[in-house]
C-alpha cells in the first residue's frame, strides 16, 4: 500500500494491463469514426478528415490491426494480470449475483450497499464477457471482409451484418463503460491511468480483493 497525496491507495494495474486497455479504446475509437462515413451517407462530411474514401478505408485497416493487439500485449507484458483476469470472469458465486441489485441502486442515485466483491467486481466482469463477445464478431467478420477471396460467397454476407451488429453492441458497452468511469465509479480511473486506486474506494467496491491484501500485509508483518 503507498500514499497517494493525503490518501492511501493500493496496487491495481500493472502497465502491461494499462496499456493493453488504452490501446484497445484508442482503435475503437478510430475504427468506430472512420466507420461512420461507409456506413452511411449521413456522415460523408467525416471523410476529408481521412483524405477521402480510400483514406478512411486505410486508416480502419490500421486501426483494425491495433484493435487485435490488446490480448497479446497483456499475455506477453503482464502475464500474472491476464490469468488474474481470467480467473475473474470465470468465477460467479452469490456475492456476484447480489450485486446487480444494489449496482441498480448506486446506477441511479440512491444509497446501495454493494456486497464485497473480487478484484473485478459483477459488472466488470459483465463488461468483460460482452467486450469479449463483441471484439470475437467485429474481428472475425471483419477479416472475412478485408479477404474476401478467401471466404465463400455466403460466409462474406454473413460476415456485413454480423458486424454491424458487433459495432452497435460495442458501442453500447463501451457508452455504459465510460459512464460508470466518469460518473459512478469515477475512483476507478485513477487506477487504468496510474494505476493503483484509494483504499476507501477498493474497500467499497471491491472489498473480497481488499480483504485478501490486507491478509497478505499480515502475513508480511509476520515473516518481517
Same mark, same amino acid.
Given at each position: 500500500m503507498n500514499k497517494g497525496g493525503n490518501q492511501k491507495t493500493v496496487k491495481r494495474f500493472n502497465v502491461g494491463f494499462r496499456v493493453s486497455h488504452w490501446i484497445?479504446?484508442?482503435? /475503437?475509437?478510430? $475504427? #468506430?469514426?472512420?466507420?461512420?462515413?461507409?456506413?452511411?451517407?449521413? /456522415?460523408?462530411? $467525416? #471523410?476529408?478528415?481521412?483524405?477521402?474514401?480510400?483514406?478512411a478505408r486505410l486508416v480502419h485497416r490500421f486501426a483494425a490491426v491495433a484493435f487485435m493487439l490488446p490480448l497479446p500485449i497483456m499475455i506477453i507484458f503482464d502475464w500474472k494480470g491476464f490469468t488474474n483476469w481470467a480467473k475473474n470472469i470465470l468465477s460467479w458465486k452469490k456475492h456476484d449475483l447480489l450485486f446487480f441489485p444494489q449496482f441498480a441502486k448506486e446506477f441511479f442515485g440512491m444509497k446501495a450497499k454493494i456486497p464485497k466483491q473480487d478484484f473485478f467486481n459483477a459488472g466488470e466482469k459483465i463488461n468483460s464477457w460482452l467486450m469479449i463477445i463483441t471484439t470475437i464478431m467485429l474481428i472475425c467478420s471483419g477479416l472475412i471482409m478485408w479477404f474476401p477471396q478467401y471466404f465463400a460467397y455466403g460466409i462474406i454476407m454473413w460476415a456485413y451484418p454480423i458486424h454491424n451488429i458487433g459495432l452497435g453492441l460495442a458501442a453500447a458497452v463501451a457508452i455504459g463503460h465510460i459512464y460508470m468511469s466518469l460518473v459512478t465509479a469515477k475512483p476507478?480511473?485513477?487506477?487504468?491511468?496510474?494505476?493503483?486506486?484509494?483504499?476507501?474506494?477498493?474497500?467499497?467496491?471491491?472489498g473480497r480483493w481488499y480483504d485478501e491484501l490486507q491478509e497478505e500485509e499480515l502475513k508480511k508483518k509476520k515473516h518481517a
Open positions: 484497445n479504446a484508442a482503435a /475503437f475509437f478510430v $475504427l #468506430y469514426i472512420s466507420a461512420l462515413p461507409m456506413y452511411t451517407e449521413f /456522415f460523408d462530411w $467525416l #471523410y476529408p478528415v481521412f483524405g477521402g474514401p480510400a483514406g476507478s480511473m485513477r487506477g487504468i491511468i496510474k494505476g493503483d486506486v484509494s483504499e476507501e474506494y477498493a474497500k467499497d467496491h471491491h
